[in-house]
């Protein structure tokens, strides 16, 4: 029966044109939380990437020298385009990931219309910098590169797809990008709206398929001048190692094993509470989901009792229904890989305090990939499941005594993209802040983001910044020129 049901199929965008793949094979696409085939994305090639390439670079000198005013107002209408369509793009987005739709409602789509809107904003308001001498000036010019490559993962999709693209496009440069092959339905969405809205051909070329044959072309690809990536860790080195000897530039927003700590002193409530967000918000498929929870001893059985109890109450469920708090992870390969991380978790003697398998459901989702919020206790720094990025909704939650213990663990792992830290005492608060190995740190908060920050991860959580003016100089290339009195 579902089989015979119609698959929708996606089209790359080349040049203002919605084409087949130059192979004409197509790839499956997964509804996760039904388990079912429901869309077909290009297998696109090299062949596809250098039509985008060239398209870019015929598009790239009428872009580049439009006034800025007329490329802002091409990207607001594109923003007031995303939040018109809304329902659409929300119920696409749950659709390929299997995520509640409340959150592609309120969280997704939302913030991927402000990504473009803030970027219209933020390139009338960039600025370069002068240096006087006594006899000379010097003032810099920040010119586009020309065409630049966006690749971006599953997990949150057009909000990420768009908070590359938008400053790439803001700055002048003309866009080569590729959505993630597990969840390309809102990209490809994303092109016909920027098609409504007047954007002139060829300036944002979206290019679907497998990162391993259109993800590598773009890389390798001679005419392309920057990548901004946003992905996995290994990824990102395979992606550094091939540009590094062409001189690109390179932005690299990887993976992340985050801490979440807690003093004694807290607000407990509220730690709680948003312990249970930053731990399993999207299914824990978020690069900023605290995945180690670290308590202080007198607060610790309080905190991980009502912790456990409010995870436990958490629905997993359709992500149609609106009571849903958790829905299905984004495939069946990666629900694997959860569940292998998990039965490593018990071998290496963890405990689990709740959760640890797959949940069936029962009626519409009864073949869907869903995991119970999962909570393990009992283990060192230096085990596999305190060391690597798992990317689902587990945590581990452990004790600790003081300060300089907890910062060491904390600081224990290769990778320091963000950090939570829970206290009322504002001494510390920002001594720990100075110390912690984040390139993002939140004090008796999570996620919140103000997208004028510096966004982005210390060790092997990537390489440079994003956001703000930090994204707009990335997409930028400084000049500087010196005129003698
Ligand atoms: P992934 O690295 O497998 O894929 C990311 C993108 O890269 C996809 O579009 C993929 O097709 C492409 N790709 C794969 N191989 C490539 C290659 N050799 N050359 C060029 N492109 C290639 O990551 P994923 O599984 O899609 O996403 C999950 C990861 O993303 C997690 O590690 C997560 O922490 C990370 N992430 C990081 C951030 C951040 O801001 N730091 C945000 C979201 C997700």
Redesign the pocket.
């Known amino acids: 029966m579902a089989e015979a049901r119609k698959k929708i199929q996606l089209k790359n965008y080349i040049n203002g044109s919605f084409r087949d793949p130059s192979s004409g094979n197509y790839l499956n696409n997964y509804n996760p939380a039904i388990g079912e085939l429901y869309a077909l994305t290009p297998d696109s090639n090299e062949d596809d990437v250098n039509l985008a390439v060239k398209a870019a670079e015929m598009a790239f000198p009428l872009w580049s020298k439009m006034p800025i005013e007329s490329r802002s107002r091409i990207m607001t209408r594109i923003a007031d385009l995303i939040e018109q369509n809304l329902d659409i793009l929300a119920s696409a987005e749950t659709d390929d990931t299997g995520k509640p739709l409340s959150l592609s409602n309120e969280v997704d789509i939302p913030r991927s219309a402000a990504n473009f809107r803030f970027f219209a904003n933020a390139i009338s308001l960039f600025s370069s910098e002068s240096h006087a001498m006594n006899d000379a000036v010097n003032y810099t010019l920040r010119k586009p590169i020309g065409v630049v490559a966006c690749?971006?993962?599953?997990?949150?999709p057009l909000y990420?797809f768009t908070w590359k693209i938008a400053p790439a496009l803001a700055a002048g440069n003309c866009v080569v990008a590729?959505?993630?092959?597990?969840t390309p339905r809102t990209a490809f969405l994303l092109s016909k709206i920027c098609d409504e809205a007047g954007l002139p051909h060829g300036v944002l070329n979206i290019v679907h398929g497998?990162?391993?044959t259109v993800?590598?072309a773009?890389?390798e690809h001679p005419n392309v001048k920057a990548i901004s990536?946003?992905?996995?860790?290994?990824?990102?080195r395979?992606?550094a190692a091939a540009a590094a000897p062409m001189f690109k530039k390179v932005s690299l927003?990887?993976?992340?094993k985050n801490p979440n700590i807690i003093f004694a002193d807290a607000d407990l409530d509220k730690a709680i509470d948003t312990s249970v967000l930053s731990s399993f918000r999207n299914q824990g498929q978020?690069?900023l989901c605290g995945s180690r929870i670290y308590v202080q001893r007198p607060v610790y059985e309080r905190f991980k009792t009502e912790f456990m109890a409010k995870s436990y109450m958490l629905k997993v469920g359709d992500p149609r229904d609106p009571s849903t708090n958790i829905g299905s992870v984004v495939s069946e390969a990666h629900m694997k890989k959860i569940l292998e991380h998990i039965e490593i978790a018990k071998k290496e003697g963890g405990e689990i305090l709740l959760g640890g398998n797959q949940l069936k459901l029962k009626g519409r989702c009864e073949h869907g990939w869903f995991i119970h919020p999962t909570i393990i206790e009992g283990l060192p720094i230096d085990c596999r499941t305190n060391q690597e990025?798992i990317?689902g909704p587990v945590v581990t939650i452990q004790p600790f005594e003081t300060e300089e213990e907890v910062m060491a663990l904390a600081n224990g792992t290769n990778y320091g993209?963000s950090a939570s830290i829970w206290t009322n005492d504002i001494k510390r608060a920002t001594r720990m802040a100075d110390e912690i190995d984040a390139g993002i740190v939140w004090i008796n908060t999570w996620m919140k983001r103000d997208l004028r920050t510096p966004?982005?991860?210390m060790k092997q959580?990537?390489l440079g910044r994003e956001g703000g003016l930090e994204a707009l100089r990335f997409f930028t290339e400084p000049k500087n020129v010196c005129i003698q009195y």
């Open positions: 690749i971006s993962p599953w997990n949150l990420l590729k959505p993630s092959e597990v497998l990162g391993t993800g590598k773009m890389v990536f946003t992905g996995g860790t290994e990824t990102g395979t992606i927003e990887l993976g992340g978020i690069c990025e990317f993209l966004f982005g991860g959580s990537g």
